[in-house]
């Protein structure tokens, strides 16, 4: 007889290990010291119990086993050489699955583990001038694409590919590459001519990315987000208005007016509630809106209060540049503080994620902010401050144009005295949806 010596590779928690192997099989003790199970041999009986977080019973040279409560087969029965439990490498995918509820996988004579596989596979279906790619995954998976004309790339974290996955292109897609990194795996996409419309969604148990013959591009539903409200005030002017007041009347009557021109308005809040900054976002998202305009009042740090300032400041978003760009952003995202309930830190990753997912929105959003800076101080009269660019709470994790409007300052007692006053913010509100309008008007001739 030839028996054949070579050692079975296992990756396990990101760990390798070699363990010897005879013939195929491998020693019960061997495996014990990787996987970290209990084991019982009952010699009588001759059943060998093995438990981590599934108990197993299995017996020599049977092919019936037990795990829990039920009965498996295997391919190779369990043998005991020489006074040693041995367990055939084929069977170790399953035996390993059901012991630890972990997915093991055996590819290239490697058994790997550790990690579930989350990526199951990907199919790409042409049906009527629409190319639909569909990632198939399990859980809840997160992803960021970016791209333009004839590439695009499809990032999505945490995420573990069955083995041997294949991808045949097919319609618009021409090319389609998956690399995988050490906690992402990496698609890339080249289109067939650069005039295609691309959207990314999550679909039940699918990321799709799907290509097809632009349309007419059309803006439709704004959101409008009235900054702060219940129990955080935001800026409080001399006289005691309170930011959260104004920017709820703002939104309404903004709302009212766009609505008459015949848009579809979805508010974050229309009473004097407390909406956490994330959930603002949720909304926008969800709702797949294509603007949002989250409006606020400006006001000077309290350290500062001597300083005078006035006029119209139009975010959007990035990281802050200037000083002032930066004391705007922390008064603004101090709204987080009155969220302790729910206060997990994010990791930089995210953050960095947040802002290049709005990148392709960047430059419409520079545009909206620069058309409604221009028109709201036409139409008030208030001085022009120009605009900014912060990394603001409310407008990352938007899939659409989104910007920020400082209506004035609430902290300047004659802008505050202009703030109180509902003719004011009436002409506030119009400026504003001036610049919307002009916005749509110059974004529906480039589509
Ligand atoms: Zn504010």
Request: aromatic share 10%; charged share 30%; with cysteine.
């Amino acid at each position: 007889m030839v028996t054949l010596l070579l050692s079975l590779v296992i990756i396990y928690q990101g760990e390798r290990y070699e363990i010897p192997e005879v013939s195929g099989y491998v020693n019960v003790a061997d495996l014990q010291e990787v996987i970290g199970f209990s084991t019982r041999w009952d010699r009588e009986k001759k059943f060998l119990y093995i438990k981590k977080n599934m108990e197993l019973k299995l017996m020599p040279d049977n092919t019936f086993f037990e795990a829990g409560k039920e009965v498996y087969q295997l391919s190779k029965p369990m043998k005991l050489i020489e006074g040693k439990l041995m367990l055939h490498r084929e069977t170790l995918p399953e035996l390993l699955s059901l012991l630890t509820g972990e997915e093991f996988f055996e590819k290239g004579g490697t058994i790997y583990a550790g990690r579930n596989v989350n990526v199951l596979g990907v199919d790409i279906e042409e049906k009527k001038g629409v190319t639909k790619v569909k990632i198939k995954i399990k859980g809840n998976l997160r992803f960021y694409y970016e791209g333009k004309d004839t590439l695009w790339k499809l990032t999505i974290f945490d995420a573990v590919p069955t083995p041997g996955m294949v991808l045949i292109p097919k319609g618009f897609v021409k090319k389609v590459k998956m690399e995988e990194k050490e906690n992402y795996i990496l698609f890339t996409f080249v289109i067939k001519d650069g005039n295609k419309d691309v959207d990314v969604r999550k679909d039940k148990d699918a990321i799709i990315f799907e290509v097809k013959e632009r349309e007419k591009r059309e803006i439709k539903t704004i959101v409008i987000d009235a900054g702060h409200g219940g129990k955080d005030p935001g800026a409080i002017g001399p006289s005691g208005l309170k930011e959260k007041y104004v920017t709820l009347d703002v939104a309404k009557k903004l709302a009212a007016i766009l609505k008459r021109k015949g848009f579809n308005i979805i508010m974050t809040r229309t009473d004097d509630t407390f909406i956490p900054l994330k959930e603002r976002t949720r909304i926008a998202d969800e709702a797949r809106a294509d603007l949002f305009i989250s409006i606020h009042c400006n006001a000077v740090p309290k350290r500062k209060k001597k300083e005078v300032k006035k006029g119209v400041e139009v975010y959007f978003l990035s990281a802050a540049k200037t000083d002032w760009e930066r004391a705007v952003e922390a008064r603004e995202n101090s709204s987080i503080e009155f969220e302790k309930t729910n206060s997990v830190p994010v990791p930089e990753l995210e953050y960095i994620l947040w802002d290049l997912a709005q990148n392709i929105f960047l430059e419409e959003s520079s545009e909206l902010a620069i058309a409604i800076q221009e028109e709201l101080c036409k139409t008030t009269g208030l001085y022009n401050r120009g605009v900014k660019q912060a990394n603001f709470y409310v407008l990352r994790l938007n899939y659409m144009p989104a910007v920020l409007v400082e209506i004035g300052f609430i902290s300047n007692p004659h802008e505050e005295k202009l703030l109180k006053s509902s003719s004011f913010r009436e002409k506030i509100a119009e400026g504003i949806a001036r610049g919307i309008e002009r916005f749509v008007r110059e974004y529906e001739k480039k589509y």
